[in-house]
Each structure stands twice: as C-alpha cells, then as structure tokens.
C-alpha cells in the first residue's frame, strides 16, 4: 500500500504542495467546502492520476459521473508518475456546487510538484545498493528474506590508532599500502602464505561500512525550500554511525554526521548530483537489550510560513541487521594457527609447527614478551568472525580472564581487516569463562531444524546447584548472536571445567561429515583388559618419561578406586553424550569413543590419568593428539594403535605430540596449548532462519 498523506485544501487561496513518487496525496474536499456546497467536480492536468472515494468505491477519474454527492467521507485521492520540470506545473481544481447547480459557488486550487525521494540500500543482499520493490522498513531471515546488513566496524584500519574503528568518529586511513591481517612485529610468522592481500590503507575503513543511498529528483528549487532530514531513533543511536563526504573523492572530508548525541543531519541535495552516499558503520553487536535491528529515516518537511514549525509530508525508512559473530568448527578448513613460545617448551612448538607445515598452514608464535608465560592461548581467546555481503573479516572474541595473554589480542591480533570484540564479568571469572570452554560444532540438522553453522557448545554446572557458570555477560552474548544456538553441557565434573577436555570434532568423509569424539573411560578399560587377556598385564604406562610412575596394566586394573572414579567420569560423559545426541541429531554412527581415563575426586575435579587425546590440534585431515604414553605392546603404544584404528579410515592422519610435562602436568594438553583461525562457513548466516 502506497504512503498516503492529507492535504488541506482553500477556497480563500491556492494551495501549492509536493506529491513524492510512489505515493498519495488525500484531498480534504469536505473540509474546505463552501457552507452551502452539496456536491462537486474535480478536474486535473495531463500529469495526475485523480480518483473519488465515493460509498467506498473508488472510481478513476474521468467518469461518466460528472459531479459527486458532498456526502461524509468523500475523498479524493491523487497520483502522480512523472517528476515535475517546474514547480507547481502539474494542477487540480475542485469545483463546489449549491442545490441549484449551475455557477459553482467556490473553487479550490492546487498546485502540485512531484518529486523523488528514495533511501536505499542493499536490501537484495546482492553486495551492491539498488533501488528495490522489496519492503525496506522490514528485515526478514531466510534464503528468500530481505533487508541489509551492517557490520560491527571492530578492526583497526589505522595502524597508529589505539583502539578499534567502532569506538571513534573518525573514517580512519593510512598513508601508504598494507596488508589484511597484518601482525604486530614482534610476532613470528613462518609463511608466505600468511600475508593474503593487500590493499590501500586509504579506502580500508569505508570498505567496512555499508552504503545507505538518499536520492532526490526534481526541481532543485523546490528542495530550497523544503528542508530532508537523515535521522535514527534515539534508542538506536548509540549503536551505529555514520559518515557522509558530500561529492568529495578525499578521506579527511568524510565527516560523522550521524550516531552518538548526533541523531539527525540535514542533507542539501546537489544541484549536479542525484545521489548522496552515506556510509554506515556498526558499533555494536546484538547483545541483552539489542536485537541488532536498526532503523534509519529521510524525512521531507515543509514549513508552510515564516515563525511557523516545519511539518513532515513523507518519510522513508531503511532497516538493517548488525551481522553477528559467528564461531568456525574443528572441521572448518585452518588458515592460521597460533602457539605460544613460553621457557621450555621448544619441542611442543617445534612439533606444532612441522604439523603445520604439513597441513600447509601459516604458523604464528606469540613470543614471550607478547604472553608473559601465559602458554594458553585457546582460553584467552576465540576466532570467529563477521560478514556482510560485500565484506567478511575475522574478529577475535577476547575471553574477560585476563592472565598473561591480556594484552595479545588488541596489541597483536586487532589490525587492518582483522576485528576485536570483548566482554567481561564483573562479577568475577571462573576457569569455566576461559575458551576452552567454548566450542562449535559443524552443520547439523535435528528433527527437521536446520543449524547449517553448527551450535555453540558451552560447559556448566548442571545438574547440580551451585557450582561454576560461565559469565553472564558472555554467555548472554552468544546466544544474542542467534544463529548458532547454544548448548549447555555439564562440564563442573572437570576439575578446569572445558567442554574440550571430553569432547571434539573431526572431518569425515561420510554420514554428517564429521565424528564427534568423546573421551571414554569405559573404552579405556575395555582395552586394557583385552590387553591383559592377551598376556601384556605387565606392561607398563609412561616408559620414557622420567621421575613419572610407571604403573602396569595390571595395577590399573586392580585399582578399585581409580575404577569407581571412573565409572562416575564415565557417567558425567554419558550426561554429555545424551544431551548432544538430542541437540545435535547424532546416532551412535557419528560418535567416536577416544580411550582415556582420569584421576581426582568428585570434590576436587577430575583430571587426565595420561595426556588426554581428545583435547587435539584439528588442521584438516592432520590431527595433532597429545601423546598418551600408554603401555607398550609389540613395541608399539596400545592407546596410540587403537586411536589410528578409529580415525584413519576417516582419511586422518595421526601425530602424536609430547605435550606430558610442557602442557599435561599443568593441568592442559595440545588443544588447549594453541589456537586456529580458521575459513569461514561457505553458508550465508543471513540464509538462516533462526
């Protein structure tokens, strides 16, 4: 339905208004009829398209009905298709009649000007603005839904800047040439691959934005005395901005003119250009309190005398979605992967790097000026990222437990292209708001719903009261980003609390694309005791380690308590497996059982009896697993044997990393040790439907 608007028409004077393109003007014929009017005829140049509302029928005019009955609720509704040359050249007069007929007893006049006035954006979601019949004012999800998108500008375009692009009013640039996803320099990067490509600082930070188009068309004068406002609401405001250069080519025009305090702008339309360009850029992402929606308005008022306020006559609106941050799965193909270099730990980085090598993937250490002994770097931080459909970047999310690593992700992360959010917990962090505590699974569907980028899965303290959480703040961030629904797993068993120390994913070939793998402590003993079945009862665990006790696999067998402790681990897993299977439509096909065991108490926590293999490094069909150090048979590791049978058929390739003293002792193993910036889903995050 087209915007209508009334207008008020005078037998004392003409009356000269703006008829916009695409909508209706509501002539008051009743109102400004003459006392002793009865009826009336209305006649209308070439250019209007005129029709009476008469007993709610509308009939176009001409019509074999020469006058109409002044009866209540007449109306006379016009149109109008073609942009005026002049003002005031297309006209309607309406004529006013007695009971005798005849000389119409009054007439009023009105003189019209069309004129176009669009705010347009890229509603299709085609990458580019285009003038579109789709409905602006509303944003829809879903392959066939429809409005724009707008992203959180969260990198640093300006090398030199000390904090992110969304939290000044500046369109910020540098002079000279660059690349995407540049490092701190006292980062070490052993590619070339790393470095991906490269672009003028200069246009960097427009690039992040979105366009919003205002068109005006028709005469220029009328625009002289009408005035256009661009405006948010005022709940809005202080989640974009927005940044207009008028017909200048130069960055240090582009001036902030919208967001903030500022929640409208006045835009002079150029006499030599239709178009005004405005660049929108995101300051927030949905959060508690923040669906992400945006609206955005031109409003055309009209001051009809001098002293006298200025009245809307039309309005336009556009809405846009901030675009969230989205997490990348295990499975997802590896880009980058990161390790920290902390005092004797040389080997694990030495073996992290020939994994990386072999899965082709850049490396990037963290040296220990940058971390502060701080080796784990999967809990500081996650890499996600964001896209829009004329832009993706990578954002990493920074967890609020600040430890050594604090500073790593603004210093050496937060560049050209490459994004930084945080949120922190003012109540107080527990283990559980560390990073490994968060993870993604791949695609699923489940009973019918689609999750095409998978579902967050996050560890807490249920079933039982009380316990550890993770932070509010957080956990109501993720699931505000609304398209990889979270799942709360029970996690509080573990005496660190991460989902990633029981469970993980990886490639494969067939049935969903990947397996789910848990550590399984019933799998554990259930090889052990074949082992011992088969005459190896003697074998020993941890055979080259130093100063470690050595148990046999008979003594490990016969450790009751040991095996009651596990039995309850075993049951906590099971807790897990249940509620995964429900909110990831997983059968048993799709789930792995990983041999482990773990010691502790229920009090304390559980923690890995040996170097536990879930918690493994996945770059593509590579796996870096933390190596078990199991009994020895034939020579070879039965732990390491029985891990390759379950995963190399998949395609998978096994290495087995000595993480023992360097990660394991502390309580952590190779997942938690490093971290991977991985490629994006090749889905669409707007396609879904929530």
Known sequence: MAQQRRVQLSTQRPTSTVCVLGTELSLDVCGSAPKDAVAFHVQGTPGVKLYVVHETQSVKLPSSVCRWPLAAGAEVLLAMDALSKDVGDEKVRISYFGEAGGVPVGRAM????????????????????????????????????HG?????????????????????????????????????????????????????????????????????????????????????????????????????????????????????????????????IFYVEGLAFPDVGFSGLVAFHVTLLESPEKGLLETPIFTDTVVFRVAPWIMTPNTA??????????????????????????????LTICPLLENRQDRWIQDEVEFGYVQAPHKTFPVVFDSPRDRGLKDFPV??????????????????????????????????????????????????SFPRLGGRRMAKAVKDFLVAQRVQAPVELFSDWLHVGHVDEFLSFVPAPDRKGFRLLLASPSACYQLLKEKQEEGFGEAAMFEGLEKVPKPTINEILANEGLRKFNNYVQSCINWNRDILKRALGLAEPDILDIPQLFRGDVATGAEAFFPDMVNMLVLGRHLGIPKPFGPLVGGQCCLEQRVRALLEPLGLTCT???????????????????????????????????
């Open 656 to 690: 087995f990393i000595d993480d023992y003293f360097s990660y394991h002792v502390l309580s952590g193993e190779v997942h938690c040790g490093t971290n991977v910036r991985r490629k994006p889903f090749a889905f669409k995050w707007w396609h879904v439907v929530p």
């Open 411 to 460: 210093k050496s992360i937060l560049g050209p292209d490459f994004g930084y959010v945080a949120r922190q917990a003012p109540e107080g962090t527990s283990s559980l708001d560390s990073f490994g505590n968060l993870e993604v699974s791949p695609a699923v569907t489940v009973r019918g719903k689609e999750y095409p980028l998978g579902r967050i899965l996050i560890g807490s």
């Open 148 to 276: 724009a998108i707008l992203l959180v500008n969260c990198d640093r375009d300006d090398p030199k800047a000390e904090t992110p692009d969304n939290r000044d009013t500046a369109v910020r640039s540098y002079a000279g040439t660059g690349t995407s996803h540049t490092r701190n320099p006292t980062f070490l990067c052993f590619s070339p691959q790393f470095f991906l490509s490269y672009t003028p600082f200069s246009t960097l930070d427009l690039k992040d934005m979105s366009q919003m188009v205002l068109r005006t068309r028709g005469p220029h004068t009328i625009f002289a005395g009408h005035r256009l406002l661009l405006h948010v609401d005022f709940g809005d405001a202080d989640k974009v901005g927005v940044f207009y250069g008028g017909n200048s080519v130069a960055l240090e025009e582009y001036k902030h003119v919208l967001g903030g305090s500022k929640l409208a702008y006045a835009v002079k339309p150029s006499r030599h250009q239709e178009e005004s």
């Open 333 to 362: 193909a590896p880009l980058e992967v990161f390790v920290c270099s902390v005092d004797n730990n040389e080997d694990f980085v030495a073996s992290v790097g020939a994994l990386a090598e072999k899965a082709k993937c850049p």
């Open 110 to 145: 009105l003189y019209l000007t069309c004129v176009d006035v669009s705010l347009d954006t890229d509603a299709s979601r085609s990458g580019a603005v285009s003038r579109t019949l789709l409905d602006k004012a509303t944003w829809t999800w879903g392959p066939d839904g």
